[in-house]
């Protein structure tokens, strides 16, 4: 599963299959969320650095949309309002949790995504925040 969620309306746009994720279903996705965009109002994509997000592919169909991509830095989740999603989902229908057949896994994700933003809208207010913590003074070391 690929998705999306508005980081002000905290809309949740998803594309689903049922083997990799590849390019192909990159846009898809931004196809989907171009339809969804308001007129005339610029449209941009944060993007982990996945290799098939950052492929030709992807680029040329979102200058297509008119959708910037930002891609954020290597190795931070925590900046990707996509990710506490995943996170929370895992939580609510996969830890410790059984599924005797795939179509039954599949319903589990896909009904805790469609419940996301009315049942559990009060967990999800504070990790889909955009308040992030940043540092003014710091010191930099290499490793």
């Known amino acids: 599963m690929l998705g999306a969620i508005d980081a002000l309306t905290k809309q949740i746009t998803t594309v ?3 083997t990799y994720i590849t ?4 846009c898809q996705l931004l196809t989907r969320l171009a339809a969804q965009a308001v ?5 941009t994509i944060v993007l ?9 592919l992807v680029q ?3 200058a297509n949309l008119k959708i910037e991509l930002l891609f ?5 989740p925590n900046l990707n309002l996509i ?5 929370f989902v895992k939580k609510k229908c996969l830890y410790s949790k059984y599924y005797d057949k795939f179509d039954k896994f599949q319903e589990a994700i896909s009904n805790s995504l469609k419940e996301a933003p009315t049942k559990h809208q009060s967990e999800l207010q504070s990790l889909l925040t955009l308040n992030f913590q940043t540092f003014e003074k710091s010191q930099f070391m290499t490793v």
């Not at 390019?23 to 990159?26: L, Y």
């Not at 982990?48 to 030709?56: E, H, L, P, S, V």
């Not at 954020?72 to 931070?76: D, F, I, R, V």
């Open 16 to 18: 689903t299959n049922t």
């Open 23 to 26: 390019s192909v279903e990159v």
């Open 39 to 43: 007129e005339g109002v610029p449209l």
């Open 83 to 87: 990710e506490r999603l995943w996170k």
């Open 72 to 76: 954020l830095p290597p190795y931070s």
């Open 48 to 56: 982990d650095n996945a290799r098939y997000q950052r492929c030709r």
């Open 60 to 62: 040329t169909h979102a």
